[in-house]
């Protein structure tokens, strides 16, 4: 069974790449954004989910894993699963190791999409045109780069340290990451 959890600050192509690893492997794409934009539609969530969303903050980690556990319980027989925004924090990714150490299944593998912060913000920015999003404007994207170095970006120590990271080049075209990332994956096992 292959996990993997694809990495990288907004605009990196994480959506991009997780979605062409899941049809290619036949794995489940889980992206966490789309979880809490879906979520937020359920009137239970709506206003909690959004006080943060619309901010460009996380949310809460212990509502996130309760919306991911719950996602999950329907998906994790298909063989695997490509996380895609999830884990944002520390508590998130021991939180999600666990659920896979409990179940006597390997961790996943962290495939870090590396993108330096001005290329990554233009893509958001021109991104944002097409986009309905509401925390596509400059502050809030701001706030999202400032919220994934403080507490995303440090997990990358912690997956270094337990030799689960594949790091790739995330400034070139779609179709060469994704070469890159099978081969680098290939070599990994
Ligand atoms: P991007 O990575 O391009 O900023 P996402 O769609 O992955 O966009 O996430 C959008 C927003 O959803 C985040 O800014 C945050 O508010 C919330 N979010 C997504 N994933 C998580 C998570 N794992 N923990 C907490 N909040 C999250």
Redesign the pocket.
Known sequence: MLNLIIFG???AG??TQAKMIADKLHLYHL????L??QSAKNPEYNQEINS??DF????P?EL?IKLIAKDLETHFNNGGVVF??????LF?AKSLDNLFTDRGINPATVINLELEDKVAIER?MSRAENSNRS?DRLEIVSE?FK?YHELTEPLLQYYKSKNRLITIDGRLNIETVNKNIEQKLKNHK
């Open positions: 600050p907004p605009g994480k959506g992206s966490s954004g789309e809490l934009r943060y969303l460009g903050k996380l949310v980690d996130i895609d925004g999830y884990p944002r924090t998130q958001v925390d999202r919220i």
